[in-house]
């Protein structure tokens, strides 16, 4: 990975962070990020928990949509989604950490396949979530 690709992958996560409301309620953070490629986490709390005292598939979905976003605007190319699936491995609790780790697995110039890992924090997989991404015109960040 470039200097120049990480770093311009950087400023875009900053912007879009800033500005995903989302994302920041749930108490997400992204703990790594560079072209094509990133990573967040975010604690389950009490009010994330479901009927059955696990996490409700609705946040864990969440935070790997949110990782999904920032691995697939790392270029600096406005881009949402167009698809996605998730498979849940593994019921997660109140308590524990998640991480979501997103990466490209092909992009062409208006489309791109993501598969985003959820896993606690013992490493064990939580769920498996593939997204499609479409490219619209537009940057994320001004280049300087």
Do not use: K
């Not at 998730?86 to 019921?91: E, Q, R, S, T, W």
């Amino acid at each position: 990975m470039s200097d120049d690709g990480a770093a311009l992958a950087a400023r875009a996560a900053a912007a879009m962070f800033g500005r995903d409301r989302a994302s920041q309620a749930l108490g997400m953070r992204i703990v790594g990020v560079g072209p094509g490629w990133a990573r967040l986490v975010m604690h389950v709390r009490s009010d994330m928990v479901n009927g059955h005292g696990v996490c409700h598939g609705g946040m864990v979905f969440a935070l790997a949509d949110s990782a999904f976003a920032f691995a697939c605007n790392s270029y600096n190319e406005a881009t949402l989604a167009a698809a996605a699936s998730i498979d849940y491995l593994a019921a997660a609790r109140e308590g524990d950490e998640l991480s979501a780790e997103a990466a490209e697995l092909w992009r062409s110039r208006r489309s791109g396949l993501y598969e985003i890992t959820i896993a606690n924090q013992r490493g064990e997989r939580i769920a498996l979530f593939r997204g499609r991404s479409h490219r619209i015109d537009g940057r994320v960040v001004d280049e300087e």
